[in-house]
Each structure stands twice: as C-alpha cells, then as structure tokens.
C-alpha cells in the first residue's frame, strides 16, 4: 500500500521558520508530481504548493509565494517544503500529496486531484 509520510511540524514563534519533509515507503516518489496541502480546524483543505517530478516547475497559493518554497531529492526520496516568515494563518495540519496515474497533476493545487496522502503533520505558530 502506498503511503506518504510528513514529518518536520512544530511550534515556532510568529516569523520563526520550519522545513517539512515527505517521502514514502513504497512509492518511488522521482517519478511523480508532489502536492502540499494544509487544513486548519473547521476549514477546507486548501492547496499550498505542487513541484512536478524533476523539480524543474514550481505553484504556490498567492499567499505563501515569497514566503514558502518546495524542493525536492530525489536521491532521497523526499519532498520539502521550507516556510519562512510563518504567520498566524499558517498553522494548520499539512499533508503532502500525489496523483500516481497522472504525473502532470500540478499545477493544480485542488485536493480533490490529488489521492494519495499523507497523515499530515501540524505546524503551530504563537507567541
């Protein structure tokens, strides 16, 4: 089965920075575009940043362009998305994501094309 694994959330302080990473147990993610979704309690799920499958192009919701930036290893097998400047409307559950039967899924940044997913993994910001 596949899965998708997110690890690198905490607790930062307003401004502060985190780096998360996905990667997976089965699926050899080099092959196919990576999708990060967050999801704050009592909202939708909504589209964070997509890299396709060599990297080479990269989305991002308006809101975190200058803010946030997905890379990927492929050597290692894992997605990152780095986020700087975190602010009180980034905390949130974030989940990376994938499409295995469509490698262009991103540009989208629309969860319904996305289903493959991680748990998540939280991300809080306070003071």
């Known amino acids: 089965q596949v899965q998708l694994v997110e690890s690198g959330g905490g607790l930062v302080q307003p401004g502060g920075s985190l780096r998360l990473s996905c990667t997976a147990s089965v699926l050899t993610l080099k092959y196919y575009a990576i999708g990060w979704f967050r999801q704050a309690p009592g909202n939708e799920r909504e589209g964070v940043s997509c890299i396709i499958d060599t990297g080479r192009n990269t989305h991002y919701k308006d809101s975190v362009k200058s803010r946030f930036t997905i890379s990927r290893n492929n050597t290692k097998n894992t997605i990152y998305l780095r986020m700087n400047n975190l602010k009180p409307e980034d905390p949130s559950v974030y989940y990376c994501?994938?499409?295995?039967?469509?490698?262009?899924?991103?540009?989208?940044?629309?969860?319904?094309?996305?289903?493959?997913w991680g748990q998540g993994t939280q991300v809080s910001v306070s003071s």
């Open positions: 994501a994938t499409r295995p039967l469509d490698v262009l899924v991103c540009p989208s940044l629309t969860s319904n094309d996305y289903d493959v």
